[in-house]
């Protein structure tokens, strides 16, 4: 599956964000639907991930309350809409793919990558 993540962009602190992955030339089925960021020098980091089939739902401990993961079948599109942003946030955003039904934290456990958005929030 090949996967576009599009939305970044700048922002001041406290303001929001609304980033979205496609995925093109097929439809997300019996997946999992991840979203990670990699800020410079760091590891890349788990931020929220959705079950496509039962749309339960997994937050990152730095951004509970704050991001909302979501789909849209209609769409073929997976959204996290981040609110309350923090300089801290800044980094880039990947979306992901897991076969399955599991829903995972592990980056490793996902397979398909999309190449990322730049999300940076200025203080």
């Known amino acids: 599956v090949q996967l576009q993540a599009s939305g970044g962009g700048l922002v001041q602190a406290g303001g929001s964000l609304r980033l979205s992955c496609a995925a093109s030339g097929r439809t997300f089925s019996n997946v999992i639907v991840g979203w990670f960021r990699q800020a410079p020098g760091k590891e890349r980091e788990f931020v929220a991930t959705?079950?496509?089939?039962?749309?339960?739902?997994d937050y990152g401990d730095s951004v509970k309350d704050r991001f909302t993961i979501s789909r849209d079948v209609a769409k073929n599109a997976v959204y996290l809409q981040m609110n309350l942003l923090k300089p801290e946030d800044t980094a880039i955003y990947y979306c992901?793919?897991?076969?399955?039904?599991?829903?995972?934290?592990?980056?490793?456990?996902?397979?398909?990558w999309g190449q990322g958005t730049q999300v940076t929030v200025s203080s």
């Open positions: 992901a793919t897991r076969q399955g039904y599991r829903l995972s934290r592990w980056r490793h456990h996902y397979t398909d």
């Open positions: 959705i079950g496509w089939l039962s749309g339960y739902t």
